[in-house]
């Protein structure tokens, strides 16, 4: 228990070291140009990386700032986005807050450097927790109760045929999207992250030298 509530305290700590702020702000300029390029399938439901970056930034800094930076990444597009229509909502902001914490808990403080089995099973319950909670089940049911049919509900759906059959129909292309991208976006965490942290440590390393050296 101890050892999974340093994850946050030391991640929280991490936001006092201009090292963390800078780069975690590299990284989230970085992710706000993968959002821009975005295919749009319908208008709740779209194909994006943006969780690359964001996933380094988990590796790197933990859950805290990892949060933080979905959060923040959230209430920067919809700015960007502009979409008034539908105005704001705190509770898939607040699903976008979770997201950052699943994957700092499942990547921070590990040695992400190459490609073998544990890291591997790192990054699949990393994506794969995001996926399925946030992204098939709580996005998918604030999305629907929020914007589609505000009448839905749990019981709704329990007992009334056409509720349910009308919730399916829309739900499945999400589950569909989901689940074919979900293995594409581990090989790119594989790929991405043992190069981000590799670079990272090369940077710090000759940072170090060359403080050492004045």
């Known amino acids: 228990m101890k050892s999974f509530l340093s994850l946050f305290t030391d991640s929280a700590k991490s936001l006092k070291e201009l090292r963390t702020l800078t780069t975690t702000g590299m990284l989230l300029a970085l992710a706000i140009a993968i959002r821009s390029l975005a295919i749009q399938i319908t208008l709740d439901l779209r194909i994006v990386f943006t969780f690359l970056p964001l996933c380094v930034i988990a ?37 976008e807050l979770l997201v950052g914490i699943l994957y700092g808990i499942f990547l921070y403080k590990k040695d992400i450097s190459k490609v073998n089995f544990k890291n591997v099973l790192s990054i699949v319950f990393a994506r794969g927790s995001v996926v399925l909670f946030c992204n098939i089940l709580l996005n998918s049911y604030l999305l629907y109760t929020l914007y589609i049919n505000k009448d839905f509900s749990v019981i709704s759906f329990a007992e009334n045929s056409d509720l349910r059959s009308a919730f399916m129909v829309w739900w499945a292309p999400r589950i569909t999207k989901n689940l074919i991208q979900f293995p594409i976006d581990v090989v790119l965490l594989c790929v991405v992250l043992p190069a981000a942290n590799a670079a990272y440590k090369s940077v710090v390393k000759h940072s170090f030298k060359r403080s050492r050296a004045n």
């Open 59 to 95: 590796m790197l800094y933990g859950p805290v700032v990892s949060g933080l930076s979905t959060f923040g990444l959230d209430i920067i597009g919809f700015i960007i986005d502009n979409k008034s229509a539908r105005g704001y909502s705190i509770q898939l902001a607040l699903v």
